[in-house]
Nanobody, 116 residues
Framework: QVQLVESGGGLVQAGGSLRLSCAAS????????MGWYRQAPGKQRELVAT???????NYADSLKGRFTISRDNAKNTVYLQMNNVKPEDTAVYYC??????????WGQGTQVTVSS
């Protein structure tokens, strides 16, 4: 069982930065692929970024260069650094932890609101 707790969301002005954190319980954290997804009002949930246990990263094409995902296995934490944020980045951001056989755990989400 893995529990995920996101933090760091809030209100930020366009052009600013924000760092989201996701603290995970469970000793298997370092073996799992960690990720961030987001869901804007009235839209489907979409991939933001993932990072594997070997630190291989993958990003949504539209977010490359502005967002950075990283993980700290010693702290069981994954981060999402968001730079030069835009109003269209407003969404609930969810942390995920996916096991080797494809089972995904989800956090409860953290709201990010970008004002213009």
């Amino acid at each position: 069982q893995v529990q995920l707790v996101e933090s760091g969301g809030g209100l930020v002005q366009a052009g600013g930065s924000l760092r989201l954190s996701c603290a995970a319980s469970g000793s298997i954290f370092r073996f799992n692929t960690m990720g961030w997804y987001r869901q804007a009002p009235g839209k489907q949930r979409e991939l933001v970024a993932t990072v594997t246990s070997s630190d291989r990263t993958n990003y949504a094409d539209s977010l490359k260069g502005r967002f950075t995902i990283s993980r700290d296995n010693a702290k069981n934490t994954v981060y999402l650094q968001m730079n030069n944020v835009k109003p269209e980045d407003t969404a609930v951001y969810y942390c995920t932890s996916t096991t080797w056989n494809g089972f995904a755990y989800w956090g409860q989400g953290t709201q990010v609101t970008v004002s213009s």
